[in-house]
């Protein structure tokens, strides 16, 4: 028999996938963000991507923002560094701060790692066994150490600043094969530990078989998407296709996923073309107001956001800079359950000025656009410790944006 499919429209896809990622609840302006609050939105969104750039603010610290508004960093970290951290790293949806009881669940792509590596003739390890052994005394010794505070003769980069040393190098290798775990970031330097140096017995102690791990990462994709394909809830953890159709198709016997059908996501239709989590909101409306990572959960798979918002985004980091449209570093902009542009943003830390380098508004974007980034920038800036806001006249929606500054 063949599974009922429900309609879903368009706009009701939209306010599921931003009800479930914890858009729609901001706290009042008075409230005071602290760990409660970040803790519940981590443990909602399953994972913080980290990125390395920090032109405006590192990718790990903003989707908070874009969902609570300003709140202490320090809080952050707190939940992410030592042992009574409640978050820890591992490549989930690439380098990730996940739930440390999610840990357990990638012991399987851990097992890939150190296969993979076991079957390829030139693979660093090989040649470098020596070292890996080296590199776990030396923790079990000293405890819980950054890259650069260990001391060997092979601890130097080779070539231009971002080379890695073969000390950093075996740590990593170590790190995805699981002998070491991350113990936190000293100014954004990752801490390698011995995994019983930071985890309690229970986390070290459980095991999970790969279909299972993929069976539960699915239901917390799913959970986290509120809707989605199969290939959505794949790419959250960066999961393979046929193993999560496997478990969509065992949550779905579970009762967990239902069938729907959103008109533009698939064959008119089809079962198992999209698929809402049975815990998911159905909202009337979300009431959002934030600027969004380029690495935020929203907007990371770029297929997904077309289809969800009608919106074509490209971080422009690694393009030519005379071939740039809307910026190195462009932030979508999300209006009630719109994205409805874009804003370039650059923290000049060393003068206190937040630098709108450029700002461009969908065709679609409300007229009261520009007013209400400038509400959203002030917070950023105030978020950022910055005293000034600064906006070149590049972009559509730059000159609308200087006016309602002044």
Known sequence: M?????????????RIALAAQGFGARPAPTSTVGIRQLSNLVNRLELLQIDSVNVFERSHYMPAFSRLGPYDKTQLDRLTTGREARFTEYWAHEAS?????????????????????????DDWSHANRPMLNWLLAELAANGPMRASAIEHDANKRSGPWWGWSEVKTGLEVLFRWGDVVSAGRIRFERVYALPDQVFATAVLDRTVSSADAHRELVSRSARAHGIGTVKDFADYFRLKSAPTAVAVRELAEAGELLAV???????????GAAWLHRDARLPRAISAQAILSPFDPVVWERARALRLFDFHYRIEIYTPEPKRVFGYYSLPILLGDTIVGRVDLKNDRQNGVLRVQSAWAEPTAPTDAAGRLATLLRDAARWQGLDEIEVMPRGNLAAGLAAELK
Not at 2 to 9: D, E, N, R
Not at 108 to 113: L, S
């Open 97 to 121: 701060f996940l739930p440390v009881d999610t840990w357990p669940l990638f012991r399987w792509r851990m097992q890939h790692f150190r296969d993979r590596s076991a079957r390829t003739p």
């Open 2 to 14: 063949a599974t009922p499919v429900s309609p879903v429209s368009p706009q009701l896809a939209r």
């Open 261 to 271: 059908e959103v008109p533009g996501w698939g064959p008119r239709g089809a079962a």
